[in-house]
Protein backbone atom coordinates (compact mmCIF):
# COMPACT_ATOMS: atom_id res chain seq x y z
CA UNK A 1 0.00 0.00 0.00
CA UNK A 2 1.54 3.54 -1.08
CA UNK A 3 1.33 5.96 1.94
CA UNK A 4 2.06 9.75 1.15
CA UNK A 5 1.47 12.63 0.87
CA UNK A 6 -2.13 14.02 -0.99
CA UNK A 7 -1.91 17.71 0.02
CA UNK A 8 -0.29 20.65 0.55
CA UNK A 9 -1.45 23.69 1.71
CA UNK A 10 1.03 26.90 2.17
CA UNK A 11 0.67 30.07 4.14
CA UNK A 12 3.27 33.42 4.77
CA UNK A 13 2.42 36.34 6.15
CA UNK A 14 1.68 39.33 4.02
CA UNK A 15 4.61 41.15 5.06
CA UNK A 16 8.32 41.35 4.18
CA UNK A 17 11.76 43.08 4.42
CA UNK A 18 13.92 43.07 1.20
CA UNK A 19 17.27 41.59 1.72
CA UNK A 20 18.92 45.06 0.57
CA UNK A 21 16.75 47.59 2.75
CA UNK A 22 18.21 45.19 5.51
CA UNK A 23 21.80 45.09 4.25
CA UNK A 24 21.87 48.88 3.58
CA UNK A 25 20.27 49.28 6.92
CA UNK A 26 22.62 47.51 8.66
CA UNK A 27 26.12 48.56 6.68
CA UNK A 28 26.42 45.20 4.78
CA UNK A 29 27.40 44.25 1.35
CA UNK A 30 24.32 43.38 -0.76
CA UNK A 31 25.67 40.54 -1.95
CA UNK A 32 27.08 39.09 1.71
CA UNK A 33 22.90 38.32 2.13
CA UNK A 34 21.53 37.55 -1.43
CA UNK A 35 24.60 35.84 -2.47
CA UNK A 36 26.86 34.51 0.52
CA UNK A 37 23.38 33.64 2.99
CA UNK A 38 21.24 33.01 -0.61
CA UNK A 39 18.00 35.26 1.00
CA UNK A 40 16.10 37.91 -1.35
CA UNK A 41 13.44 38.26 1.33
CA UNK A 42 12.24 37.07 4.40
CA UNK A 43 8.30 37.16 5.70
CA UNK A 44 7.47 39.31 8.86
CA UNK A 45 4.77 38.07 11.00
CA UNK A 46 2.71 41.21 12.68
CA UNK A 47 0.96 40.41 15.79
CA UNK A 48 -1.70 39.21 14.27
CA UNK A 49 -0.06 36.43 12.96
CA UNK A 50 1.09 33.33 15.27
CA UNK A 51 1.93 29.76 15.39
CA UNK A 52 -1.90 28.94 14.96
CA UNK A 53 -2.93 31.38 12.79
CA UNK A 54 -0.71 30.37 10.31
CA UNK A 55 -1.22 26.79 10.37
CA UNK A 56 -4.79 27.29 10.46
CA UNK A 57 -4.45 29.28 6.80
CA UNK A 58 -2.05 26.51 5.67
CA UNK A 59 -5.01 23.73 6.14
CA UNK A 60 -7.72 26.38 5.07
CA UNK A 61 -6.37 25.94 1.99
CA UNK A 62 -7.30 22.19 1.20
CA UNK A 63 -10.09 21.46 3.96
CA UNK A 64 -12.75 21.54 1.53
CA UNK A 65 -11.12 18.39 -0.19
CA UNK A 66 -10.87 16.24 3.09
CA UNK A 67 -12.80 13.48 3.84
CA UNK A 68 -13.59 14.75 7.44
CA UNK A 69 -15.21 11.19 8.31
CA UNK A 70 -11.73 9.59 7.51
CA UNK A 71 -9.01 12.09 9.33
CA UNK A 72 -8.04 10.00 12.72
CA UNK A 73 -4.92 12.58 13.83
CA UNK A 74 -4.06 15.74 14.08
CA UNK A 75 -0.30 16.63 14.62
CA UNK A 76 0.86 20.32 15.17
CA UNK A 77 4.70 20.38 14.95
CA UNK A 78 6.05 23.89 15.82
CA UNK A 79 9.04 26.04 18.29
CA UNK A 80 7.08 28.87 18.61
CA UNK A 81 4.53 27.33 20.38
CA UNK A 82 2.10 29.49 22.17
CA UNK A 83 1.49 27.28 25.13
CA UNK A 84 3.54 25.36 27.48
CA UNK A 85 0.82 22.75 28.35
CA UNK A 86 -2.12 22.92 25.21
CA UNK A 87 -1.56 22.06 22.44
CA UNK A 88 -1.78 24.27 19.14
CA UNK A 89 -3.56 21.84 17.60
CA UNK A 90 -6.53 22.47 19.50
CA UNK A 91 -7.23 25.62 18.59
CA UNK A 92 -6.58 24.66 14.72
CA UNK A 93 -9.70 22.08 15.07
CA UNK A 94 -12.11 24.53 16.57
CA UNK A 95 -11.33 26.99 14.13
CA UNK A 96 -11.63 24.46 11.23
CA UNK A 97 -14.62 22.26 13.08
CA UNK A 98 -12.03 18.90 12.39
CA UNK A 99 -14.10 16.05 14.05
CA UNK A 100 -13.99 15.27 18.32
CA UNK A 101 -13.00 12.38 17.73
CA UNK A 102 -9.24 12.60 16.36
CA UNK A 103 -5.87 12.11 18.01
CA UNK A 104 -4.45 15.24 18.44
CA UNK A 105 -1.10 16.82 20.12
CA UNK A 106 1.98 19.17 19.71
CA UNK A 107 5.33 17.86 18.98
CA UNK A 108 8.90 19.15 18.93
CA UNK A 109 12.04 18.62 18.31
CA UNK A 110 13.73 21.75 16.30
CA UNK A 111 13.12 21.73 12.66
CA UNK A 112 12.85 17.81 12.42
CA UNK A 113 9.40 18.05 14.01
CA UNK A 114 7.62 17.88 11.17
CA UNK A 115 9.38 15.01 9.55
CA UNK A 116 8.42 13.35 13.09
CA UNK A 117 4.42 14.47 12.44
CA UNK A 118 5.06 12.83 8.93
CA UNK A 119 6.54 9.69 10.48
CA UNK A 120 3.95 9.17 13.23
CA UNK A 121 1.55 10.04 10.18
CA UNK A 122 2.63 7.45 8.38
CA UNK A 123 2.68 4.63 10.68
CA UNK A 124 -0.48 5.79 11.86
CA UNK A 125 -1.77 5.09 7.95
CA UNK A 126 -0.10 2.16 7.74
CA UNK A 127 -1.96 0.90 11.44
CA UNK A 128 -5.49 2.05 10.38
CA UNK A 129 -6.02 1.80 6.27
CA UNK A 130 -8.66 3.95 4.73
CA UNK A 131 -7.73 6.57 7.68
CA UNK A 132 -5.90 10.02 7.05
CA UNK A 133 -3.65 11.86 9.20
CA UNK A 134 -3.08 16.12 9.20
CA UNK A 135 0.25 17.69 9.94
CA UNK A 136 0.97 21.02 10.28
CA UNK A 137 4.60 23.15 11.19
CA UNK A 138 4.44 26.57 11.67
CA UNK A 139 6.73 28.71 12.56
CA UNK A 140 7.99 32.44 13.20
CA UNK A 141 11.96 32.75 13.28
CA UNK A 142 12.88 35.36 15.59
CA UNK A 143 16.59 36.07 16.14
CA UNK A 144 16.60 39.75 17.17
CA UNK A 145 17.58 43.07 15.55
CA UNK A 146 21.00 43.83 14.24
CA UNK A 147 22.38 39.60 14.84
CA UNK A 148 23.96 37.57 12.13
CA UNK A 149 21.15 35.51 12.29
CA UNK A 150 18.56 38.51 11.94
CA UNK A 151 19.16 37.61 7.61
CA UNK A 152 18.05 33.91 8.70
CA UNK A 153 14.08 35.02 9.64
CA UNK A 154 11.18 34.68 8.34
CA UNK A 155 7.23 32.96 9.09
CA UNK A 156 4.98 30.26 7.86
CA UNK A 157 3.42 27.04 7.97
CA UNK A 158 2.78 24.05 5.56
CA UNK A 159 0.12 22.00 6.27
CA UNK A 160 -0.03 18.30 4.78
CA UNK A 161 -2.73 15.73 4.41
CA UNK A 162 -1.01 12.04 4.66
CA UNK A 163 -3.00 9.10 3.49
CA UNK A 164 -3.16 5.82 1.29
CA UNK A 165 -2.65 6.27 -2.38
CA UNK A 166 -1.61 9.47 -2.08
CA UNK A 167 -1.87 12.14 -4.86
CA UNK A 168 1.36 14.08 -4.79
CA UNK A 169 3.95 12.03 -3.12
CA UNK A 170 4.31 8.09 -2.12
CA UNK A 171 6.88 7.51 0.50
CA UNK A 172 9.14 5.16 -0.07
CA UNK A 173 10.38 2.84 2.44
CA UNK A 174 13.59 2.77 5.01
CA UNK A 175 15.17 5.93 6.50
CA UNK A 176 18.70 6.57 8.16
CA UNK A 177 18.56 8.79 11.69
CA UNK A 178 20.92 10.68 13.29
CA UNK A 179 21.17 12.27 16.63
CA UNK A 180 23.59 13.95 19.14
CA UNK A 181 22.83 16.08 22.09
CA UNK A 182 24.73 19.27 21.26
CA UNK A 183 23.74 22.77 21.88
CA UNK A 184 23.72 24.57 18.31
CA UNK A 185 20.29 26.66 18.72
CA UNK A 186 17.70 26.42 20.99
CA UNK A 187 15.57 28.73 22.81
CA UNK A 188 15.51 28.76 26.68
CA UNK A 189 11.79 29.48 28.00
CA UNK A 190 13.10 32.84 29.01
CA UNK A 191 13.67 33.91 25.84
CA UNK A 192 12.06 34.95 22.49
CA UNK A 193 14.85 34.50 20.68
CA UNK A 194 16.68 32.20 19.64
CA UNK A 195 20.71 31.56 21.27
CA UNK A 196 22.15 30.50 18.02
CA UNK A 197 26.50 29.44 17.26
CA UNK A 198 25.26 29.64 13.41
CA UNK A 199 29.18 28.25 12.25
CA UNK A 200 29.03 25.46 14.21
CA UNK A 201 25.17 24.87 13.31
CA UNK A 202 26.66 24.97 10.09
CA UNK A 203 29.32 22.44 10.49
CA UNK A 204 26.77 19.69 12.64
CA UNK A 205 23.91 20.19 9.57
CA UNK A 206 26.53 19.14 6.72
CA UNK A 207 28.21 16.57 9.52
CA UNK A 208 24.69 14.94 10.10
CA UNK A 209 24.08 15.39 5.79
CA UNK A 210 27.10 12.72 5.58
CA UNK A 211 26.50 10.55 8.73
CA UNK A 212 22.65 9.95 6.34
CA UNK A 213 22.70 10.69 3.01
CA UNK A 214 25.08 7.72 2.10
CA UNK A 215 24.02 5.58 4.62
CA UNK A 216 20.97 5.88 2.78
CA UNK A 217 21.89 5.30 -0.68
CA UNK A 218 24.03 1.90 0.37
CA UNK A 219 21.11 0.47 2.86
CA UNK A 220 18.14 1.16 -0.23
CA UNK A 221 21.21 0.01 -2.77
CA UNK A 222 20.91 3.45 -4.49
CA UNK A 223 22.98 5.65 -6.43
CA UNK A 224 23.25 9.61 -6.19
CA UNK A 225 22.09 9.50 -10.33
CA UNK A 226 18.45 7.50 -9.22
CA UNK A 227 17.33 11.06 -7.41
CA UNK A 228 15.61 13.60 -9.93
CA UNK A 229 15.82 16.25 -7.13
CA UNK A 230 17.35 16.45 -3.57
CA UNK A 231 14.89 18.72 -1.00
CA UNK A 232 17.33 19.97 2.21
CA UNK A 233 16.22 21.85 5.12
CA UNK A 234 16.68 25.27 4.55
CA UNK A 235 17.11 27.90 7.66
CA UNK A 236 18.98 29.81 4.31
CA UNK A 237 19.12 28.90 1.11
CA UNK A 238 23.51 28.47 1.35
CA UNK A 239 22.97 26.08 3.86
CA UNK A 240 21.26 23.86 1.76
CA UNK A 241 23.50 24.96 -1.36
CA UNK A 242 26.58 22.92 0.69
CA UNK A 243 24.71 19.95 1.40
CA UNK A 244 23.35 19.87 -2.13
CA UNK A 245 27.62 20.41 -2.95
CA UNK A 246 28.41 17.06 -1.29
CA UNK A 247 25.81 15.45 -2.89
CA UNK A 248 26.75 15.98 -6.17
CA UNK A 249 30.43 15.40 -5.70
CA UNK A 250 32.15 13.05 -8.18
CA UNK A 251 28.78 12.67 -10.59
CA UNK A 252 28.20 12.70 -14.12
CA UNK A 253 27.59 15.71 -15.62
CA UNK A 254 23.52 14.72 -16.46
CA UNK A 255 23.17 14.20 -12.55
CA UNK A 256 25.10 17.38 -11.90
CA UNK A 257 22.99 19.51 -14.24
CA UNK A 258 19.53 17.69 -12.89
CA UNK A 259 19.71 18.03 -8.98
CA UNK A 260 21.63 21.40 -9.15
CA UNK A 261 18.54 22.78 -11.64
CA UNK A 262 16.32 21.51 -8.92
CA UNK A 263 18.17 22.71 -5.86
CA UNK A 264 17.64 25.91 -7.31
CA UNK A 265 13.78 25.18 -8.21
CA UNK A 266 13.21 23.79 -4.34
CA UNK A 267 14.82 26.82 -3.14
CA UNK A 268 12.86 29.46 -4.62
CA UNK A 269 10.13 29.81 -2.21
CA UNK A 270 12.53 29.62 0.54
CA UNK A 271 14.56 33.23 -1.08
CA UNK A 272 11.45 35.11 -0.57
CA UNK A 273 10.15 33.50 2.51
CA UNK A 274 13.26 32.88 4.71
CA UNK A 275 13.72 30.77 7.64
CA UNK A 276 10.11 28.66 8.56
CA UNK A 277 12.07 26.36 11.36
CA UNK A 278 9.58 23.18 10.76
CA UNK A 279 7.93 23.45 7.75
CA UNK A 280 11.07 24.81 5.50
CA UNK A 281 11.97 21.23 4.06
CA UNK A 282 8.37 21.41 2.79
CA UNK A 283 8.04 24.54 1.74
CA UNK A 284 11.24 23.28 -0.40
CA UNK A 285 9.69 20.04 -1.25
CA UNK A 286 6.42 22.27 -2.73
CA UNK A 287 8.95 24.70 -4.30
CA UNK A 288 10.16 22.21 -6.58
CA UNK A 289 7.03 20.26 -7.31
CA UNK A 290 5.21 24.10 -8.36
CA UNK A 291 8.30 25.44 -10.21
CA UNK A 292 9.48 22.29 -11.76
CA UNK A 293 8.73 19.91 -14.21
CA UNK A 294 9.18 16.63 -12.09
CA UNK A 295 7.58 13.28 -13.63
CA UNK A 296 5.48 11.01 -12.41
CA UNK A 297 7.67 8.37 -10.63
CA UNK A 298 10.14 10.84 -10.20
CA UNK A 299 12.29 10.41 -7.02
CA UNK A 300 13.27 13.23 -4.91
CA UNK A 301 14.70 13.10 -1.71
CA UNK A 302 14.54 14.53 1.49
CA UNK A 303 16.76 15.78 4.56
CA UNK A 304 15.73 17.05 7.63
CA UNK A 305 17.55 18.43 10.16
CA UNK A 306 16.49 20.14 13.44
CA UNK A 307 19.31 21.33 15.78
CA UNK A 308 19.28 19.97 19.01
CA UNK A 309 20.43 17.68 16.85
CA UNK A 310 18.54 14.97 15.14
CA UNK A 311 18.11 14.53 11.26
CA UNK A 312 16.89 11.91 8.65
CA UNK A 313 17.35 11.25 5.18
CA UNK A 314 14.15 9.21 2.99
CA UNK A 315 12.45 9.99 -0.06
CA UNK A 316 9.71 9.20 -2.17
CA UNK A 317 8.03 9.29 -5.56
CA UNK A 318 6.03 11.83 -7.56
CA UNK A 319 2.85 10.20 -7.95
CA UNK A 320 0.93 10.74 -11.56
CA UNK A 321 -0.76 13.61 -12.40
CA UNK A 322 0.46 15.74 -8.84
CA UNK A 323 0.04 18.88 -10.97
CA UNK A 324 -3.65 18.95 -10.81
CA UNK A 325 -3.32 18.91 -6.69
CA UNK A 326 -1.27 21.86 -6.41
CA UNK A 327 -1.98 25.62 -6.24
CA UNK A 328 1.30 27.25 -7.63
CA UNK A 329 -1.21 30.35 -8.74
CA UNK A 330 -2.44 30.76 -4.98
CA UNK A 331 1.16 30.99 -3.55
CA UNK A 332 2.66 33.08 -6.41
CA UNK A 333 0.04 35.46 -6.02
CA UNK A 334 0.22 35.16 -1.73
CA UNK A 335 4.04 35.96 -2.64
CA UNK A 336 3.36 38.98 -5.56
CA UNK A 337 0.89 40.53 -2.95
CA UNK A 338 2.80 41.05 0.02
CA UNK A 339 3.36 44.33 1.36
CA UNK A 340 7.31 45.58 1.19
CA UNK A 341 8.01 47.06 5.56
CA UNK A 342 10.53 49.43 5.54
CA UNK A 343 13.28 48.80 8.14
CA UNK A 344 11.85 51.14 10.95
CA UNK A 345 8.14 49.66 10.28
CA UNK A 346 9.80 46.11 10.54
CA UNK A 347 11.58 47.06 13.92
CA UNK A 348 8.50 47.92 15.10
CA UNK A 349 6.73 44.54 14.25
CA UNK A 350 9.59 42.68 15.42
CA UNK A 351 9.57 44.70 19.33
CA UNK A 352 6.28 44.49 19.63
CA UNK A 353 6.56 40.54 18.53
CA UNK A 354 8.63 40.00 21.60
CA UNK A 355 5.91 41.88 24.13
CA UNK A 356 3.45 39.79 26.26
CA UNK A 357 0.14 39.88 24.45
CA UNK A 358 -2.31 42.54 26.29
CA UNK A 359 -5.41 41.86 28.22
CA UNK A 360 -8.85 42.34 26.20
CA UNK A 361 -7.33 44.34 23.43
CA UNK A 362 -9.06 43.53 19.98
CA UNK A 363 -6.69 43.37 17.40
CA UNK A 364 -7.42 44.13 13.59
CA UNK A 365 -5.82 42.49 10.24
CA UNK A 366 -5.09 44.06 7.25
CA UNK A 367 -4.88 40.71 5.58
CA UNK A 368 -7.23 39.32 2.79
CA UNK A 369 -10.76 38.70 3.28
CA UNK A 370 -11.25 34.88 4.88
CA UNK A 371 -7.63 35.04 6.51
CA UNK A 372 -7.61 33.24 9.94
CA UNK A 373 -6.17 35.62 12.08
CA UNK A 374 -4.96 36.38 16.14
CA UNK A 375 -7.36 38.91 17.31
CA UNK A 376 -6.38 39.17 20.62
CA UNK A 377 -5.80 37.38 24.17
CA UNK A 378 -8.69 37.42 26.74
CA UNK A 379 -8.24 35.72 30.20
CA UNK A 380 -4.83 34.74 28.56
CA UNK A 381 -7.04 32.35 26.30
CA UNK A 382 -5.68 33.41 22.45
CA UNK A 383 -8.77 34.44 20.05
CA UNK A 384 -8.85 33.68 16.81
CA UNK A 385 -10.76 35.12 13.93
CA UNK A 386 -11.49 34.56 9.89
CA UNK A 387 -11.34 37.41 8.28
N1 LIG B 1 29.43 38.79 -1.28
C1 LIG B 1 29.16 37.45 -1.35
N2 LIG B 1 29.29 36.61 -0.30
C2 LIG B 1 29.67 37.12 0.88
C3 LIG B 1 29.98 38.49 1.03
C4 LIG B 1 29.84 39.33 -0.12
N3 LIG B 1 30.09 40.64 -0.06
N4 LIG B 1 30.34 38.70 2.30
C5 LIG B 1 30.28 37.50 2.94
N5 LIG B 1 29.87 36.56 2.07
C6 LIG B 1 29.65 35.12 2.35
C7 LIG B 1 30.70 34.47 3.21
O1 LIG B 1 31.83 34.10 2.44
C8 LIG B 1 29.93 33.28 3.74
O2 LIG B 1 29.84 32.29 2.75
P1 LIG B 1 30.32 30.79 3.06
O3 LIG B 1 29.46 30.33 4.22
O4 LIG B 1 30.05 30.05 1.82
O5 LIG B 1 31.75 30.89 3.43
C9 LIG B 1 28.50 33.83 3.91
O6 LIG B 1 28.46 35.04 3.13
C10 LIG B 1 28.13 34.15 5.35
O7 LIG B 1 29.16 34.91 5.90
P2 LIG B 1 29.51 34.81 7.44
O8 LIG B 1 30.66 35.69 7.70
O9 LIG B 1 29.62 33.36 7.84
O10 LIG B 1 28.18 35.43 8.05
P3 LIG B 1 27.78 35.67 9.54
O11 LIG B 1 28.89 35.45 10.48
O12 LIG B 1 27.10 36.98 9.54
O13 LIG B 1 26.70 34.49 9.86
C11 LIG B 1 25.06 32.80 9.67
C12 LIG B 1 25.92 33.84 8.91
C13 LIG B 1 24.25 32.01 8.65
C14 LIG B 1 25.96 31.84 10.43
C15 LIG B 1 24.10 33.56 10.64
O14 LIG B 1 23.22 34.30 9.86
C16 LIG B 1 23.30 32.64 11.54
O15 LIG B 1 23.80 32.22 12.58
N6 LIG B 1 22.03 32.31 11.18
C17 LIG B 1 21.23 31.35 11.91
C18 LIG B 1 21.48 29.97 11.39
C19 LIG B 1 20.64 28.96 12.12
O16 LIG B 1 19.54 29.26 12.49
N7 LIG B 1 21.11 27.74 12.34
C20 LIG B 1 20.36 26.76 13.06
C21 LIG B 1 19.19 26.25 12.34
S1 LIG B 1 19.55 24.93 11.27
Known sequence: MDIGIDQIGFYTPNKFVDMVDLANARNQD?????????????????????????????????????????????????????????????????ALNLPAQIRTFEIKEACFALTASLQVARDYVRAHPHHSAMIIGSDIARYGLSTPGEVTQGAGAISML??????????????????ENINDFWRPNNLATAVVDGHYSRDVYLDFFKSTFKPFLEEKQLAVADFAGIC??????????????????????????????????????????GNIYTASLYMSVLSLLENGELEAGDRVGFFSYGSGAMAEFFSGRVVEGYQKRLRPALHARMLRERIRLGIGQYEEIFTEGLQALPENVEFTSDANHGTWYLAGQEGYVRQYKQK
Open 30 to 94: PNKFLIGIGQDRMAVADKTQDAVSMGINATAEYLDQVDLEKLGLLIFATESGIDQSKSASLFVKE
Open 162 to 179: IKEDPAIIALEDGHTSHS
Open 232 to 273: YHLPYTKMGYKAHKIAIEGQDDETVKRLSDNFQLSAKYSRQV
